[in-house]
């Protein structure tokens, strides 16, 4: 089949590329040319800009694809003149979305059937905490009401991987690896929830060769924390607990993926697997997720979000046992 992805060269995009060139397909995509792009030379590339509008969609007039894969859809300005401009020109669209749709639900696991976030008006454009998940409501509804049968909403969980540059899933990998005392949040009974890049990349491919419509939660094992630093091979743990991480300042940008048990947004990992599972997904094995993005992250030089003078200064407090003034 012929497979259009928009933005197809970063994290995300670069492994539905080379996920639908594995399984025989061809592939086009619209990228603007200013990301570092190894890809296959088979791969078409096509130059757009899809904050131009339709403007920046003139390199795909006259042609047709199969599907279209959008990975780089975050605003209605971004979605709705590309799914319109589309709308005859391929057979489905593959809207990647995200679980921040649901908000933060009282009930546990959270469900595709689940209540969203109200929409966001189709005139925001600043892509923020508080509007993040409003605007992929918003996109969402665009997708499944110009195309129907014929559209597919992912919503992954937490997205890690080789090649993930947000540095979110690859610091506590690469902390892990540099041994000595190693600050970990909560006291280990707190969970967390992410989706190998990989195995999104094989369902989205399965979901245009089997023809899958509808809304899929994309996520992967849920772990405790405990388990996590077992995974990463942390020899030397120290267990902060939340009231001192807060008392500290340290931010969920500082210490990415934590999320205490009942702090906000912790339905986010919970997430049922239930429908995607019965749908065909298959899951890495977390301890491939971590070795492989080891392996990559190792040349990477990625800056890490909690520096270790700031990890030693609250691993002081905690020792201390007491919280300052």
Excluded at 310 to 323: D, K, N, P, Q, S
Aim: aromatic share 6%; net charge negative; glycine share 8%.
């Amino acid at each position: 089949m012929k497979i259009l992805i928009l933005g197809g060269t970063q994290f995300i995009g670069r492994h539905m590329t080379l996920a639908y060139l594995a399984a025989g397909h061809t592939v086009s995509v619209l990228t603007r040319g200013l990301s570092p792009d190894d890809l296959p030379s088979e791969v078409e590339r096509l130059r757009g800009d899809r904050d131009q509008g339709l403007a920046g969609l003139s390199a795909l007039t006259e042609r047709t694809w199969d599907a279209c894969i959008d990975v780089s859809g975050y605003i209605p300005r971004q979605v709705r003149p590309s799914a319109e401009f589309l709308h005859n020109q391929v057979n489905r669209y593959v809207f990647v979305s995200s679980v921040s749709v649901y908000g933060d639900t009282k009930r546990r696991p959270v469900l595709e059937t689940d209540p969203l976030l109200p929409a966001a008006a189709e005139d925001v454009t600043e892509i923020n905490g508080e509007t993040y998940g409003p605007l992929k409501v918003t996109c969402e509804g665009i997708v499944q009401k110009l195309y129907g049968p014929r559209s597919t909403v992912l919503r992954p969980q937490i997205v890690a991987g080789p090649h993930d540059h947000t540095g979110r899933y690859p610091y506590w990998v690469n902390r892990a690896v540099q041994g000595g005392e190693m600050l970990a949040p909560g006291d280990g009974t707190d969970h967390l929830q992410v989706i190998d890049v990989r195995d999104l990349a094989r369902f989205a491919v399965q979901v245009v060769e089997e023809k899958l419509d509808g809304v899929f939660n994309l996520v992967g094992p849920r772990l405790s924390w405990s388990a996590f630093m077992q995974v990463l091979g942390a020899e030397q743990v120290t267990w902060v607990s939340t009231e001192v991480l807060q008392a500290q300042g340290v931010t969920s940008q500082e210490l990415p993926l934590f999320r205490s048990e009942h702090g906000p947004l912790s339905s986010l990992m919970d997430v049922s697997p239930d429908r995607v599972l019965a749908a065909g997904l298959t899951l890495t094995d977390p301890t491939v997720t971590v070795r492989d993005t080891r392996a990559w992250s190792a040349t990477a030089q990625l800056t890490p979000p909690f520096t270790p003078e700031r990890e030693a200064a609250v691993l002081a407090v905690a020792r201390g046992g007491t919280l300052p003034n």
